[in-house]
């Protein structure tokens, strides 16, 4: 078992930069492939970002990269996701998540494949 908890959310201008942290308790961390996704208004969770258990593979949206970077210390048990060059349309509840894997982060890309969830921060980008 392991629990996740998200912070580093809020209110930002477009063009602003955020960065959120997902803090993990219980079992060994360096064990979880980990990723980001986010969750708009009556829209489906989405993928946004994950990286391997060893933080040498990540995988993007297409609608982030260049933007987004995913990150990890596993000393501290924590990913990171920078949030650059925001757009209105990243408003969004971001949630972490975790997967107990040594496959890579392309298998992080979609969400049935995880077994842990954080409860969400929200990201509000401003126009």
């Known amino acids: 078992q392991v629990q996740l908890v998200e912070s580093g959310g809020g209110l930002v201008q477009a063009g602003g930069s955020l960065r959120l942290s997902c803090a993990a308790s219980?079992?060994?961390?360096?064990?979880?492939?980990m990723g980001w996704f986010r969750q708009a208004p009556g829209k489906e969770r989405e993928f946004v970002a994950a990286?391997?258990?060893?933080?040498?593979?990540?995988n993007y949206a297409e609608s982030v990269k260049g933007r987004f970077t995913i990150s990890r210390d596993n000393a501290k048990s924590t990913v990171y996701l920078h949030l650059n060059s925001l757009k209105s349309e990243d408003t969004a509840v971001y949630y972490c998540?975790?997967?107990?894997?040594?496959?890579?982060?392309?298998?992080?890309?979609?969400?049935?494949?995880?077994?842990?969830w954080g409860q969400g921060t929200q990201v509000t980008v401003s126009s």
């Open positions: 219980g079992r060994t961390f360096s064990s979880y492939l």
């Open positions: 990286i391997s258990r060893g933080g040498a593979s990540t």
């Open positions: 998540a975790a997967k107990a894997t040594s496959y890579s982060a392309t298998y992080g890309s979609a969400r049935w494949n995880y077994d842990y």
